[in-house]
Structures are given as C-alpha cells and as structure tokens.
T-cell receptor, first 113, second 107 residues
Framework: SAVISQKPSRDICQRGTSLTIQCQVD?????MFWYRQQPGQSLTLIAT?????????ESGFVIDKFPISRPNLTFSTLTVSNMSPEDSSIYLC??????????FGPGTRLTVL | EDQVTQSPEALRLQEGESSSLNCSYT??????LFWYRQDPGKGPEFLFT???AGEEKEKERLKATLTKKESFLHITAPKPEDSATYLC????????FGPGTRLSVLP
C-alpha cells in the first residue's frame, strides 16, 4: 500500500473564493487521481493528474474550475475555484502504483457557505 | 459507457448472521474489479482486486467472487466492526465506482 496525506483535512469557505488541496504520497507513483464524493453519494472521478503535462479531466469537469498541478511523482494539488455551495463535498486523492489498485487519502471535507 | 450498480442499498445484520453484497457491472474490456470499505469521514480502504471470472479472494471474514456480469462480497459471521459502506469499482475505459452498500452489524 501507500501512505497518502491530504491538507487541509477540512475547511469552511465563502462562496466566490478558491481553495487548494494538497496530496502527498510517501513514495513515487505514476498515476494520481482526484475524486469528489458528494454527501451520501459514491465517488466521481474529477481528473487524472499527470506528471509533466496537463491533467486529464472527466466529462463534466473543466480545468478552469478545478486546476490541478503535479510537479513531481509524490505530490499533487487540486484547486476548487470560484466556489459555490454546490462544491461542498469530500475531495479525495488516490494513487495507482502501476498495478491498477488505487489507494486513497483520508479526504478533504469542504463546506462552502 | 461503463456502469456499476450495487445491491442492497443498505443491509442490517445481527452479529454472526452471514450474508452477501452484490455488484453488477457493464464494462467494455474489464481490467479489474475492486472492493473497498469506507468508514464515515474517511477515504476508501482497499480490500480486493479481481481480474477474471471465477477468481476468488479472501481476507478474514470477507470473500470476494467474480463472474462475467457481477461480483459478490460474502461476509461470514460478521462483527459490529464490519459496519461500513462497501464500494465496488470497475476499471474498463475508466475507473467507475458503484453507489455502495451501507452495512450495519448489530451486536
């Protein structure tokens, strides 16, 4: 498995502001992903964070709203931009070490007022 | 489009009462089916990966099986600490999660 940490663990933000979430892994990994889990629902993939190139976004998610950085093989950030209450959710990063098994961080619980 | 459904949505068991959770899927080119456990307020915890029909994996009181259309997570003699949401996910063209089954095991 991999040890994954996320910062912050939770935050309460005002609408119209932006929040950057950090994901740190204890070892180098090829694939990193960002998910959203809305209250009472399952996980939805936002994007794949690619090292050295732009992230690959899933349908319904755009770079202007969710810019992602991946400066190296152990770190990634997800920014939730111009937030609205509908962005209130848990945001999770995960890693795949190359064997298709994904391991998840503890999540960031975001509340937008 | 890859799809995953899970049943039941919620399940309440008495301690020691064995049961099974179902994950049905439609995927073009299955590269793996995954089971996770998620406790409230935490990220999903990896349990199993299954790659081909007929494959089975076990861990403590849990056993996962796979056919060409569905997977089962069998829970034998569950304990209250097994209470959690169990998520199934498939990896075909994309990684797609099912809605989960909320399991409650009562002492």
């Amino acid at each position: 498995s991999a040890v994954i940490s996320q910062k912050p663990s939770r935050d309460i933000c005002q609408r119209g502001t932006s929040l950057t979430i950090q994901c740190q892994v204890d070892s180098q990994v090829t694939m990193m992903f960002w998910y959203r889990q809305q209250p009472g629902q399952s996980l939805t993939l936002i994007a794949t964070a690619n090292q050295g190139s732009e992230a690959t976004y899933e349908s319904g998610f755009v770079i202007d709203k969710f810019p992602i950085s991946r400066p190296n093989l152990t770190f990634s950030t997800l920014t939730v931009s111009n937030m609205s209450p509908e962005d209130s959710s848990i945001y999770l990063c995960s890693v795949d070490r190359g064997d298709n098994e994904q391991f998840f961080g503890p999540g960031t619980r975001l509340t937008v007022l | 489009e890859d799809q995953v459904t899970q049943s039941p949505e919620a399940l309440r068991l008495q301690e020691g009462e064995s049961s099974s959770l179902n994950c049905s899927y439609t995927v073009s080119g299955l590269r793996g089916l995954f089971w996770y456990r998620q406790d409230p307020g935490k990220g999903p915890e990896f349990l199993f990966t299954l790659y081909s029909a007929g494959e089975e994996k076990e861990k403590e009181r849990l056993k996962a099986t796979l056919t060409k259309k569905e997977s089962f997570l069998h829970i034998t003699a569950p304990k209250p600490e097994d209470s959690a949401t169990y998520l199934c996910a498939v990896y075909g063209q994309n990684f797609v999660f099912g809605p989960g089954t909320r399991l409650s095991v009562l002492p």
